[in-house]
Nanobody
């Protein structure tokens, strides 16, 4: 089981970016997939997740309405479309398989991450 996140870069505030999480060694119907981020000096936080069977999506309150998770089962790739980016979205973004994906007080609850991809840096700055 392997995951590889890509697509990060430098973008101006208000801009957009699409991250990709390429999966290998398993089917996207086998695992929920979560997106996470970690900014310097801060704890890692869940950004959102997509469920394995139905493709239901859940988002952190901080990104709801701006970020969208989707997937292409044929390409075995999960996407994180990020719009209206803010400087506080600057972080290293990761994808991971998850055993649980749903809602929580923060907006998204994703737990039981067994497999992580290498992160991709997103910098939002003018």
């Amino acid at each position: 089981v392997q995951l590889q996140a890509s697509g990060g870069g430098l973008v101006q505030p208000g801009g957009s970016l699409r991250l990709s999480c390429a999966a290998s060694g398993f089917s996207l119907s086998d695992y929920h997939i979560g997106w996470f981020r970690q900014a310097p000096g801060k704890e890692r936080e869940g950004v959102g997740c997509i469920s394995s069977i139905h493709g239901s999506t859940f988002y952190a309150n901080s990104v709801k309405g701006r970020f969208t998770i989707s997937r292409d089962n044929a390409k075995k790739t999960v996407y994180l479309e990020m719009n209206s980016l803010k400087p506080e979205d600057t972080a290293v973004y990761y994808c991971a398989t998850a055993r649980l994906c749903g809602t929580s007080d923060s907006g998204v609850g994703v737990y039981g991450m067994d497999h992580w991809g290498k992160g991709t840096q997103v910098t939002v700055s003018s």
